[in-house]
């Protein structure tokens, strides 16, 4: 069976490094056997189809692929059209009724347990909040990211130890589901 996929690509032609380009990306990912490539926007994120393999065996084969072609490491989280779906449904943010900048998710390697986020004291940085759901991270910034305290706060390293973790706006995580659909 035959199922869509979202490449989601951490650190990537941000600031002038790391750059890698979507087309390059597309034929590196044709290369691999996959079928529908298509990219989204510059800033890592493509999908494919493809009739093997997992949402992890398929983001370290593509990780690999990405550091023998271009010669440095990039960390990838692959999630099924099923997957994003649900973590759009499940945002506790009345997201139809914000701005795209102002709601965020942040996509999860692993699950993240409440307790890692404990020690934040949430009133502190109200009206901005955030929420765990499934290998996901909801943050509401009314402001928008760049001017938000908590985003700076949750990127921490330590936080996130033995995480990958990458973050897009609510455009991309609405488009994704969009173009891993059927």
């Not at 597309?26 to 493809?50: K, N, P």
């Not at 398929?58 to 692929?65: N, Q, R, S």
């Not at 649900?86 to 997201?95: G, N, S």
């Not at 502190?124 to 700076?152: H, I, N, T």
């Amino acid at each position: 069976m035959t199922t869509k996929y979202a490449a989601l690509l951490r650190g990537i032609n941000v600031g002038g490094s790391r750059k890698l380009p979507m087309a390059e990306l597309r034929t590196l990912l044709e290369g691999l056997g996959h079928g529908d490539v298509r990219s989204y926007l510059q800033s890592g994120q493509a999908v494919f189809s493809c009739d093997h393999g997992d949402e992890e065996s398929l983001g370290a084969e593509l990780t690999a692929a990405i550091e023998k072609q271009f010669g440095f490491a990039v960390d990838v989280i692959v999630r099924d059209h099923a997957y994003l779906k649900a973590v759009a449904e499940d945002c506790p943010f009345p997201a139809a009724d914000l701005e795209a900048k102002q709601l965020h998710v942040t996509y999860f390697s692993v699950p993240v347990e409440a307790g890692r986020y404990a020690e934040i004291d949430r009133a502190a940085f109200l009206p901005e909040e955030f929420r765990l759901g499934d290998r996901a991270l909801y943050l509401y910034a009314p402001d928008g990211l760049g001017r938000s305290k908590l985003a700076e706060l949750l990127s921490r390293p330590r936080l996130n130890r033995g995480l990958v973790a990458t973050t897009r706006n609510w455009n991309t995580v609405a488009k994704l589901v969009e173009l891993t659909g059927p």
